[in-house]
């Protein structure tokens, strides 16, 4: 059998074993896809079987979440987490609350935690949780119900050593603060370590709410140097206006770039004196309202429900919303209208299509696993201000978020040219971070 059978057989079981999980499909895809010539190089580590074991989670809890309503019904949901990989650390990875998760979705995001963390060159391993539970439209007694019971099933499986979530889509402050709490009664332990994205004045820390959208922006500014260029004078489009985004923008409007539309599932808004970065926070972080109070509130900005945000031309795209938001079409239209760089701040928001449509054009394009890969790596800052007991100022954790992103920059930049493939992040983000895995995995054994 050759090389290549021998992977494309794997992903064949990958299929049978996993059936209608669509998203993880992709998810090992593309990863499968940049594996080629790694095996290619190093055929042991099909000997060692690390690759179906990489795609075998170490554990997957599926639990129900019941809880009561304001109205005194109970409502059931389902709760996951799926225990990807410990090679490297404790799980970590986040939670996400959207009524679209299910099973595939969140492996789908544990199997790229796995390799984002490994980027990191922190020590921590991959998983990812979440619940079809639906926060829209919910009032905060209701969210505080339905935290407590999600982690009153979850919480035996977590630990600062064994298993630390986060956030994501839908979990943010308020939620890490109702899990904390809940987590903190029942084990009797004020154990810091087993969450991040707490709240400043008990255990959390600076810049981790600032530190997707950051991270994803400092990732840009370095593709962009690589282009003798920089943010500054840019036009830049940023999809979504959750977490990641609002500080997306904000640091773009920091390097002197202008951010022409932002979006949420209602539609985009087109401000093309550029978004109003605090009137953006106060609409959707403070007031948890929809897109179109922005546009209500602001003279310069339209709002647009139909045709899509990838319509608006930009020289630097970030989409920051969720998964396969971007098309094959929107990707050209994109490149049509002299995109230079896309840096993902969401996870997989490309399809396969557009993935395509970007690596044979002269766009730069950067992977989330990579490009957003600075709020799990400001969690792990979290973890060890929390082993020490100690807490930094705003200035230095920025300043390790940055030393961080711009080696995981170079990490993926060099491993490309390594491998002959120059300015393909997606192949130097996932062959690197497949390398460390696949060593640790062989050097710990078979486990
Ligand atoms: P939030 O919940 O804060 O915001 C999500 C934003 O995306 C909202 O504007 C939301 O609009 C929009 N959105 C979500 N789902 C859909 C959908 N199915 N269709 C259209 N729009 C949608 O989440 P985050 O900002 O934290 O997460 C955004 C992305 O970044 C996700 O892919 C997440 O996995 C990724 N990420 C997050 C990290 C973090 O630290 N939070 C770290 C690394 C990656 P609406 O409100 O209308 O639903
Ligand atoms: O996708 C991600 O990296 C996150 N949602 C953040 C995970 C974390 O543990 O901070």
Not at 6 to 30: K, T, W
Not at 197 to 202: E, P, R, T, V
Not at 402 to 425: K, L, S
Request: glycine letters at 10%.
């Amino acid at each position: 059998m050759t090389l290549e059978d021998r992977l494309s057989d794997i992903y064949s079981s990958v299929l049978l074993r996993n059936p209608g999980e669509v998203e993880f499909h992709q998810a090992v895809e593309e990863v499968f896809d940049s594996l080629a010539v790694v095996v290619q190089r190093e055929p042991e580590y099909l000997d060692a079987g690390v690759i179906q074991r990489l795609c075998e989670p170490e554990r997957q809890i599926i639990f129900r979440v019941p809880w009561v309503d304001d109205s005194g019904e109970i409502q059931v949901n389902r709760g996951f987490r799926v225990e990807f990989s410990s090679v490297l650390g404790p799980y970590k990875g986040g939670l996400r609350f959207h009524p679209s998760v299910y099973l595939g979705i969140v492996k789908f995001l544990g199997f790229e935690q796995v390799f984002k963390n490994a980027l990191t060159g922190m020590p921590i391993g991959g998983g990812k949780g979440g619940s079809d539970f639906d926060p829209k439209g919910r009032s905060d007694g209701e969210v505080m119900r339905f935290c407590q019971s999600f982690i009153t099933e979850l919480y035996r499986h977590l630990g600062e050593y064994t298993d630390v979530p986060a956030g994501d889509i839908g979990v943010g402050a308020r939620e890490i603060g109702y899990l904390f709490g809940q987590y903190k009664r029942i084990t009797n332990r004020f154990e810091s370590g087993v969450l991040t994205g707490k709240g400043l004045g008990w255990g959390g820390a600076q810049v981790r709410k600032e530190a997707t959208g950051y991270g994803t922006v400092i990732f840009a500014e370095e593709m962009l140097r690589t282009r003798g260029r920089s943010f500054d004078g840019l036009d830049v489009v940023v999809s979504g206006s959750g977490n990641v985004a609002i500080y997306a923008v904000e640091k773009v409007q920091q390097l002197g770039g202008r951010v022409l539309a932002v979006s949420d599932s209602s539609g985009y808004v087109y401000d093309p004196e550029g978004i109003d970065y605090e009137l953006l926070q106060q609409v959707k972080e403070v007031e948890r309202a929809r897109i179109c109070e922005y546009a209500e509130r602001r003279d310069s900005a339209e709002l647009r429900t139909s045709g899509s945000i990838w319509d608006v031309p930009c020289q630097v795209a970030l989409p920051c919303a969720t998964q396969n938001e971007i098309s094959a079409d929107e990707a050209d239209t994109l490149i049509r209208n002299g995109c230079v760089v896309v840096a993902e701040g969401a996870n997989m928001p490309s399809t396969p299509e557009a993935l395509k449509a970007f690596q044979s054009s002269d766009v730069l394009f950067a992977p989330g696993k990579a490009a957003n890969a600075g709020g799990v790596a400001t969690s792990a800052l979290e973890m060890q201000q929390n082993a020490s007991r100690d807490s930094w100022s705003f200035e230095h954790t920025e300043e390790r978020l940055t030393t961080i992103m711009v080696d995981i920059h170079e990490r993926c930049a060099t491993t490309a040219d390594e491998y002959g493939q120059p300015d393909n992040y997606v192949l130097g983000a996932n062959v690197s971070s497949f390398l460390q895995v696949a060593d640790a995995m062989i050097a710990q054994g078979v486990v």
